[in-house]
């Protein structure tokens, strides 16, 4: 059974800094291309950032020089480091693993940027 399991959500002020992690299980993750999407409130889910299994990334333009995505394969994890946060960063982040013809999603993590 795969599962996707996501953590590091939370409260933060405006310029602060967040770090998510979404951890794998049931899955080769090597050969997994992993991804971040975020939902804000009363909008459509879109890209965050892509992370490919041979280690090429790609980012949303509203993201760049600020959020970076890394992966760690030993631990099967993804990670997405947010720094600069802005108000409009607020939604709920989704982690996303696609192999072959096959898509899995982790449960979501609040980020909730305020003052």
């Known amino acids: 059974q795969v599962q996707l399991v996501g953590s590091g959500g939370g409260l933060v002020q405006p310029g602060g800094s967040l770090r998510l992690s979404c951890t794998a299980s049931?899955?080769?993750?090597?050969?997994?291309?992993m991804a971040w999407y975020r939902q804000p409130p009363g909008k459509q889910r879109e890209l965050v950032a892509q992370i490919f299994s041979n280690g090429s990334t790609n980012y949303a333009d509203s993201v760049k020089d600020r959020f970076t995505i890394s992966r760690d394969n030993a631990k099967n994890t993804v990670n997405l480091q947010m720094n600069s946060l802005k108000y409009e960063d607020t939604a709920v982040y989704y982690c996303?693993?696609?192999?072959?013809?096959?898509?899995?999603w982790g449960q979501g993590t609040q980020v909730t940027v305020s003052s």
């Open positions: 049931g899955i080769i993750f090597s050969d997994t291309h």
């Open positions: 996303r693993g696609t192999r072959w013809r096959y898509t899995y």
